[in-house]
């Protein structure tokens, strides 16, 4: 049986913002240190991007910008940036909105220079908020807050709030610099999405795991791609485990949203099943806080889990449970899903009782981003 749904909501999908959008406003007061395209790296001519992370602070942006070659025309590639364009993508695609993440500021997020994120940070809120501001039903924003300095992103959240952004993007793990999210440091901030209910996006390459595709530059580099991958693919069960459940953040904030953007969820069944052996066979030896629930249940009650195109999203649905799994096209990137979407989530999601298909790919993100 192949199930099919008419209205569509990409829980996951991506702006690809200008270049130079952070020299142009920030140039003059950060100098070398802003983020900006390069022409040459490491004796080699192309396009580079300076990110500022320490040790690797040059990203190969020539290979996020040609990515999708030979895959999407160039009005398509223009959906991007240009808001327009993108609105005449859903309407092909027959998709009702998206959920836009930003693309380079996610590369960003990972420099070592603090007072440069935030800054770029803000910088991206208000060219996002300009962008979703042509269509706010159709085009959803996140923003981005970095929490080095939390009166600041406070002030951030309330000011982008205000402008429309759907939900708030911070690192996957915070700087090592940092305290760890358990602290009680952050909780004026959790307290604020609470009550302003803007769900918290976890989206992969936000953290410290370093992404091999954007910056390995040698073959030695790329002999290691595939620990550096899993590190990614995986990097968020440590803060997931660590802060949101056993730093008992989600029983401080009963209101709070957690949003896992790109993970997928064929790791959760495992994870879930570790994480009650923590509280339950191995609580003698570990000494852990007491939760409200098991542990396990945080996944299936608190965290929304993405899914683009997981194969074992039909073995693994049922036990996180249908309401807490959205699914995400990562338009316009490599994997992405485009006008093919509604082929392509009857094939999916075939099989799939028609109720459990409805909440994954429209009535839980619209639920969950306020719509």
């Known amino acids: 049986m192949t199930t099919r749904t008419e209205r569509v909501i990409s829980a996951d999908s991506h702006v690809r913002e200008p270049v130079d959008l952070w020299w142009n406003v920030l140039g003059s007061r950060f100098g070398e240190r802003t983020p900006r395209l390069l022409h040459e790296h490491a004796g080699r001519q192309g396009r580079f991007f300076y990110t500022g992370l320490a040790g690797r602070d040059v990203c190969r942006i020539g290979d996020i910008e040609t990515e999708q070659k030979g895959r999407i025309d160039d009005d398509l590639a223009r959906a991007g940036w240009d808001p327009a364009a ?6 092909e695609a027959r998709i009702e909105a998206e959920v836009l993440n930003p693309t380079v500021m996610t590369a960003i997020m990972q420099s070592e220079h603090l007072d440069v994120v935030r800054a770029s940070a803000q910088v991206f809120n208000d060219w996002m908020t300009d962008y979703a501001a042509y269509d706010r039903k ?30 708030v993007m911070i690192h996957t793990d915070p700087p090592a610099s940092l305290p760890p999210y358990r602290e009680r440091v952050y909780d004026q901030f959790w307290a604020a999405a609470q ?12 953290g410290r795991a370093v992404d091999p595709l954007l910056y390995f530059h040698t073959l030695e580099e790329h002999r290691e791609s595939p620990r550096a991958l899993l590190g990614l693919f995986y990097e968020i069960m440590g803060p997931l485990a660590n802060e949101f ?4 953040i989600l029983d401080r904030f009963p209101r709070l949203k957690v949003v896992c953007s790109e993970f997928e969820i064929s790791w959760i069944p495992s994870f879930m099943y570790r994480l009650d052996q923590m509280q339950s066979a191995l609580s003698a030896l570990v000494p852990l806080p007491k939760l409200r629930l ?5 996944l299936r009650t608190r965290v929304w889990h993405g899914t683009i195109d ?19 096209s990562d338009f316009p990137h490599i994997r992405s899903i485009g006008l093919e979407a509604h082929d392509t989530l009857a094939r999916l999601f075939a099989g799939f009782p028609p109720g459990d298909v409805t909440k994954i790919v429209h009535a839980n993100a619209a639920r969950v981003f306020g719509l």
């Open 86 to 91: 993108r609105v005449r993508f859903q309407e």
């Open 138 to 167: 159709r085009l959803l924003a996140v923003g981005v807050t970095p929490l080095d300095d939390v009166d600041w992103a406070v002030r951030e959240l309330e000011r982008i709030r205000a402008k429309g952004v759907r939900s």
């Open 195 to 206: 009550d302003l209910d803007v769900p918290i996006t976890l989206h992969i390459i936000t």
């Open 245 to 248: 459940i056993f730093g008992q």
């Open 294 to 298: 098991s542990a396990s249940e945080y």
């Open 310 to 328: 997981d194969p074992y999203a039909r073995d693994v649905t049922p036990v996180i449970g249908a309401d807490q799994v959205m699914w995400g």
